[in-house]
Nanobody, 126 residues
Framework: QVQLVESGGGSVQPDGSLILSCQSS????????MAWFRQAPGKEREGVAA????????FYAGPVKGRFTISRDSTKNTLYLQMTSLKPEDSGTYYC???????????????????WGQGTQVTVSS
């Protein structure tokens, strides 16, 4: 089972940038599909970005396309989410998730991921 720990959240002004990290460990220490989700207060958890570590595929939700970049450093078992041009509506708790299957289909389906981190808070406000 993969264990996931996020870091890098914080407060930033609109149009600012943040980089989130997700350290994975366990047996095995990584997974075929790794993704970032977010959840704002009173809203459902939604997919943000996902990457298939076998097929080298990348998936982005519409609201973050062109602003967020998901990447992975296999030597460090670390997943990243580079966020630029941040907007207040990007605020929420960001979660790292993993599943031992190809990302597609269901790359942003919460129910198919079986490993989750504890989340890191991102606040975008002036």
């Amino acid at each position: 089972q993969v264990q996931l720990v996020e870091s890098g959240g914080g407060s930033v002004q609109p149009d600012g940038s943040l980089i989130l990290s997700c350290q994975s460990s366990g047996h095995p220490p990584t997974a075929t599909c790794m993704a970032w989700f977010r959840q704002a207060p009173g809203k459902e958890r939604e997919g943000v970005a996902a990457t298939d570590t076998v097929l080298y595929s990348y998936f982005y939700a519409g609201p973050v396309k062109g602003r967020f970049t998901i990447s992975r450093d296999s030597t460090k078992n670390t997943l990243y989410l580079q966020m630029t041009s941040l907007k207040p509506e990007d605020s929420g708790t960001y979660y790292c998730a993993a599943r031992q299957a190809y990302c597609y289909p269901g790359e942003f389906d919460v129910s198919v991921y079986n490993a989750w981190g504890q989340g890191t808070q991102v606040t975008v406000s002036s």
